[in-house]
């Protein structure tokens, strides 16, 4: 038989697209589909722009993928001119229609799989679960953002003193500047995208700049499946181009997802900026942790942490990076826990079997080795598998911490840190988590019911996950997003979304 592609990873339920990993023959279909779309790409803005194209390469080997030429000053104020001009236009579009071109939109997706998983894969190094994973979330966002559309942006008659007539309308803002990061280049980047556009934004998307072939594909998809071309405009670069458009004087509004730097420098741009004030919507990272207590269940500990920690070697704003076992369990849990790692395929994930894929470049694959040694040279090292040598990979890590307040930065990789705790210091152990600043994601593994309770009440995140993995937020089902220094909310996938995107207008009229 085929190997299974994740044999440990419990898969996402309805994550599938219909794949059933153990049909052999539905799976040489798909991984047909992937081989005949793979090929080179190119990423550009509309308009030309004065730079040289630059080639875009695999984090897998190194590859050339295609090329992509990066905005210039003028072509960055070009995509916000056209998308400005085009924006009463496709504002005034009926809601029904721009929710039928997202449905559209998701349709094409789902029929042109094959092309986004090729470079799901090629370009940011995912493993066939994971592209599917996100192929399967991208589709789910656009009709889930098509239906809660048809909720929002509609007029609504409001009670009020006899003779008057009260009305509250919902429209778009102008034009959004869409701000999106490497690692779910697809699922984050239309999301943003799509949320603006449904509900009568003009958009201009900025790309990370190691994916910005994937969004190209993304943006000429939905230009097919019926968004006029001006009002959804890309714009590739790094990011000074992001700033640039923050800074420009048609930006209505800024989506954002990346790092909370990142979000802090464009939340003071804009309170910086003359004219009109433009929200910021800014999803950004966490230092998750998970607590587990002496009465959760080890073998499930342990499949919930290595998918929560390894998964997409590490690289998801929801992954786990501080467990905290309870002091008499330790010991059995981290033996089991680095058994289960050393069964962890490290490689190629284009290859089916192989858990863990390369980390996005070799900027970030120097920072997480550094670190890893450091942990080494300071004796705090448990486990660290091995990596292939060629690309950019990274083995999975275990570090031993003395206290969960020595971890305050997000390291964004297969890095795991573990500390222990007492009996009786459950609430302080939450206070010193709390204490760091973030709120993302947390998780709990106990049998303890009234613990499950006050977990659910208090734990200081905003996605809370008892007794399961960490990630893979599922759209309406499990609206996504934190607060503090992880984000500004609304939660993407969930009811609040789209309102953010929208201006109201209350009309009153003397009848
Ligand atoms: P990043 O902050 O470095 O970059 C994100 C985007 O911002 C990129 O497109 C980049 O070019 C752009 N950018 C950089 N400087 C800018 C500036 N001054 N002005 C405007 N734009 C600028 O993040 P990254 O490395 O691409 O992504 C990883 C980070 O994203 C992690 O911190 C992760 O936790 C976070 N993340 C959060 C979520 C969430 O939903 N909360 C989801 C995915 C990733």
Redesign the pocket.
């Known amino acids: 038989r085929l190997p299974l592609p994740a044999e440990i990873y419990e898969p996402l339920r309805g994550n599938s697209m219909g794949v059933e990993f153990g049909d052999r023959a539905a799976l040489a279909a798909l991984l047909a589909e992937i081989e005949a779309a793979r090929g080179r790409s190119e990423a550009r803005p509309e308009s030309s722009a004065a730079k040289p194209s630059r080639p875009v390469v695999s984090p897998i080997d190194g590859a050339a993928i295609g090329e992509v030429i990066e905005c210039d000053d003028v072509a960055a104020r070009d995509a916000m001119a056209s998308a400005a001009r085009a924006f009463a236009g496709w504002n005034a579009t009926p809601v029904e229609t721009r929710a039928r071109i997202l449905e559209r939109a998701a349709d094409l997706l789902e029929a042109r799989r094959g092309v986004f998983l090729a470079l799901l894969q090629s370009e940011a190094g995912k493993t066939l679960d994971d592209a599917l994973a996100e192929v399967r979330e991208a589709a789910d966002m656009c009709r889930y953002y098509a239906n809660q559309a048809r909720l929002v942006c509609r007029e609504a008659r409001l009670p009020g003193p006899t003779g008057e007539d009260n009305r509250l309308r919902y429209e778009g803002r102008g034009v959004f500047v869409c ?6 280049p697809l699922a ?1 980047f239309l999301g943003q995208v799509v949320a603006a556009l449904v509900t009568g934004n003009a958009a201009v998307a ?5 994916t910005p072939l994937i969004a190209a594909r993304a943006v000429a998809l939905l230009h097919e499946a019926g968004v006029p071309r001006a009002a959804l405009r890309l714009a590739p ?7 640039a ?2 800074d420009d004087p048609h930006t209505a509004g800024v989506v ?8 802090q ?2 939340n003071r ?1 804009l309170a910086a900026r003359e004219g009109a004030l433009a929200p910021l919507i800014a ?4 230092v998750n942790a998970m607590i587990v207590d002496s009465t959760a269940l080890i073998e499930q500990v342990v499949d919930d942490v290595l998918a929560s920690a390894f998964r997409s070697a590490g ?4 992954a786990l990076r501080l467990l905290c076992l309870q002091h008499d369990i330790a010991p059995a849990a981290i033996e089991t826990l680095i058994g289960a790692a050393k069964e962890l395929r490290i490689g190629d994930p284009r290859m089916l079997g192989v858990h863990v894929g390369p980390v ?1 470049d070799a900027a ?1 694959k120097e920072k997480l080795d550094r670190y890893v040694a450091r942990a080494r040279a300071e004796g705090r090292l448990l486990y660290a598998g091995e990596a292939p040598s060629a690309g950019t990979f990274v083995a999975p890590a275990i570090i031993r911490l003395d206290r969960a307040a020595d971890l305050r930065e ?1 390291v ?1 990789g297969p890095v795991l840190h573990i500390t222990t705790w007492r009996a009786g210091a459950f609430e302080a152990l939450v206070e010193e988590i709390q204490a760091g600043g973030y709120g ?1 994601t947390f998780g709990l593994e106990t049998r303890i019911g009234e613990r499950i309770e006050e977990a659910a009440r208090r734990a200081p995140a905003g996605n809370i996950y008892v007794n399961r993995n960490m990630i893979g937020a599922i759209v309406g089902s499990q609206p ?3 607060f503090g220094l ?2 500004t909310g609304p939660k ?1 996938g969930g009811p609040d979304y789209l309102r953010r995107f929208v201006r109201e207008t209350t009309v009153t009229i003397n009848t």
């Open positions: 701000i999106s990061p490497w690692n779910f984050i900025k790309p990370a700049e190691q670069g790094a990011g000074d181009v992001g700033a458009l923050v954002f997802t990346g790092s909370v730097e990142v979000a420098q464009i741009a999803e950004t990272g966490g690289q998801r704003c929801s996005i970030a997000e964004f993302l996504f997003g934190g992880s984000g993407a």
